[in-house]
Structures are given as C-alpha cells and as structure tokens.
C-alpha cells in the first residue's frame, strides 16, 4: 500500500530522485502496469492548461510622483485600470477594453484591444502610455501624469486572476438561425460548429477531482513563473453531478491565483479578442499533483476518453436556463474534430491550447526533476461543498 507525504517527496525532489510524469504520460503507464505498480513508481503527476481565462488582471503599484498624486483615473495605452485603492495602486482587468480603439463597442468584424494585450507587452519588456488624473488634496496635489514606462518602472505588479482552470466548461452550439459572437467564439448558426475550451486529461482539476491536492498555498507554474493558488475561484460550484470517476460533468470547481508579473512571460500570457464579444487573456496554469497514494495516482491517470463535458446551446440556454444542456460528449470526441448530436454531425473547435498545456507540464516536470520547484501543502483545500457559497446571483 503506497503512502507518501509532501515532505518525502520533497526530500526525493532534493535529491534528485522523483520519479516525475505528466498526466498525459501516467495514462499509457497505468494501462500497461496497472495503477498499484505505477503508484510505486511515481512521485509527481504535472498537469496543465492554456486557454482564454476571462477573470484575469493584474494589481499595480504605479510608485509616488513628485509632487505625490492620488490618482482616481488611470489609463494604460487608453485601458482604464481601477483606481479606486489606495494613491498609486491600480487593478487593470484582463477583459477591460481601450475608450478609444473603434472595436471597443464589441461590433462584429472589429478586432478589440484591452487589458490583455496592455498585460502581454509589459510582459513582453514594450513601453506603454500611462495616463492618470486626480482631484488634488493638500497630501496628494498633482493633478495630471502622462508618462511612457515598461514594467521594469513599476515597483509592484501582482498578476491576481479570481477564476482560473475550470474544472470542466460548456461546449458552445448555437441553434438559432443568426450567427452568435460569444466569449466561446464565434458560433455558426444551425449548429454549424461547436467550440469548447478545456485541454481533457491533462487539465489540473480533471486530475484531482476531489481536490485532495490542490488548495490555498498550492505552488504552480503561473504564466512562465512561479504562482500560488490563493484561494478557490469565483463560480467554484463543487455540487454537480460526477461521473464514476469522480470528474464533473458540468462547470466545477475554480481558482484563484496570483504570482509576480515580473517574472512571467508572455509566451504564457498572450492578449486575444473575439469578434463580436471583446478582449481577454490567455493564461498558462501548471499544477503538480503528488502521488500520495493509489488512489491519487489513479485520479491522474483519467483520459479524454472519461472525461464528458455539457453541450450547451448559447442561443437560448445560455445564460437564462445554464442547466439545461442538450447532450454530454467525451474530450475524445471533442479532440476528434468533431461530435454527433442527434443525427447531426457537428466540427469542433479548441479555444484552449492542447500543445501548449502540454509544453507547460512538460516544463513543469523538468522543474522539478532538476530540484528547482518544490511541492507544497496547501494551508486548506478547495471546499467541496457549496453549503456557503451563495450561488444564487441576482434576478
């Protein structure tokens, strides 16, 4: 019977001696050993995933002017950041689009420029326009700062996502006769296509189901950096159905994470706009799942083949009536290139990166097989019950 700890595999970490897989790696594993040996073996399952997370943004800490200013607008390349914090602290959201680019409106056809792609060049060391206005004080009494800096000019910037890495998410039909440009793409009429956006068996929370592993204080691999789940994400709704294998067969369970922006890349994070809809940012999440014992090695050994997601139409299930799903389709089937609902066979489309979340699992193993990433309990984990989480939203 295999029993392992945090700090014993760590201890293996240090020496050089973890056995580390990616959870793509574990499947063939378990199918040609069995999951008692391969749980011998094992110390690490890396999982990933690199997609489009709306819920994205970064906290600033602009520095002190001379004279000092309280500044209650702040725009970077015309993106307004919220300003509402303390003097020079500023939030700019991921999805937060330019006052002046002409796609601002989400009209259909026009490329949309917003917080995104603000975060994906300071990452990427370009310089951008800071604009900010103030109301003066005797404390804070500059009025006006127009300023061109890069992010190395920032003192602090925290990259804070409040829902990351869905556990599982809708795949996107449209029924209606109209051409749909949703946050999911662009959705063809008559179900002319279907877009989904989760990476299958490689995505972390498909991998620890129950969340035995994965709570505040968790370290991953956070855009190119080192991160930490700092809670669970806004949305996280664990009271779904599950299927044999514990995995959900809804929108699950989420997180929130943070990590210095400064030592990111912008490989990991990448600006993109969807037609008809606006800007976001596509993030780059790698989380290591220890092998504590069987049973957690077999939670990371799940594939595309198990692993169901809903199909939702956008028309007119969603938002009004979420619950309502027309069918449930594997990620196999996803991952084929297309899925039959009813009598219609439908092409598919990934919004998420299967290549890339593999890439980040695979940097991640290299990690910590090189001792340069060391595991870490979390202080909680992700609560499995929404018994006090209000889900009720508003009318």
């Not at 993106?79 to 006052?99: F, N």
């Not at 699950?252 to 976001?280: E, H, I, N």
Request: contains cysteine; aromatic residues 10%; charged residues 20%.
């Amino acid at each position: 019977m295999v029993k392992r700890t945090y700090e014993e595999i760590n201890a293996k970490i240090r020496a050089g001696e973890a056995v580390v897989v990616t959870a793509e790696e574990v499947i063939s594993m378990v199918r040609e050993k069995g999951v008692e040996e391969t749980a011998v073996t094992v110390d690490v399952v890396t999982t990933a995933t690199f997609g489009p997370m709306c819920s994205s943004g970064v906290f600033f800490n602009l520095g002190h002017t001379k004279p000092r200013m309280k500044m209650s607008r702040v725009f970077l390349n015309g993106v307004e950041a919220y300003a509402g914090l303390a003097a020079v602290d500023a939030y700019l959201g991921a999805t937060q689009v330019s006052e002046t680019d002409p796609g601002n409106k989400a009209f259909p056809g026009e490329f949309n420029y917003g917080g995104g792609h603000v975060i994906e060049e300071l990452v990427e060391g370009k310089e951008v326009l800071l604009e900010a206005v103030a109301y003066g004080t005797d404390c804070y009494p500059r009025k006006k700062l127009e300023k061109m800096i890069r992010l190395e000019d920032i003192p602090q910037a925290i990259l804070f996502n409040p829902r990351n890495a869905y556990q599982n998410y809708n795949v996107a039909v449209n029924l209606s006769d109209r051409t749909l440009y949703t946050y999911m793409g662009i959705l063809k009429p008559n179900m002319g296509n279907a877009n989904y956006s989760t990476s299958g068996q490689l995505s972390p929370l498909f991998n620890d189901p129950f969340y035995r592993t994965i709570g505040m204080g968790t370290k991953i691999f956070l855009g190119g950096g080192v991160g930490y789940v700092s809670w669970y994400g806004t949305q996280h709704h664990p009271d779904v159905l599950r299927g044999e294998n514990g995995v959900p067969l809804s929108p699950a369970g989420t997180l929130a994470v943070m990590g210095d922006l400064k030592q990111m890349s912008s490989r990991w994070l990448r600006g993109v706009s969807f037609l008809g809809y606006g800007a976001s940012l596509m993030v780059g999440i790698g989380i290591p799942i220890p092998v504590l014992d069987e049973e957690m090695l077999k939670y990371t050994a799940v594939s595309d083949e198990e692993i169901f997601a809903p199909v939702v139409d956008y028309s007119e299930a969603y938002p009004q009536n979420l619950g309502e799903t027309i069918g449930q389709v594997s990620y196999a089937q996803l991952k084929s290139g297309e899925i039959t609902i009813g009598d219609r066979v439908v092409p598919t489309a990934p919004l998420s990166s299967y290549h890339g979340a593999r890439e980040i699992a695979m940097i991640l193993k290299e990690w910590i097989k090189n001792g340069e990433f060391l595991l870490t309990k979390p202080v909680f984990t992700l609560p499995l019950s929404g018994e006090k989480i209000n889900f009720k939203g508003l009318a």
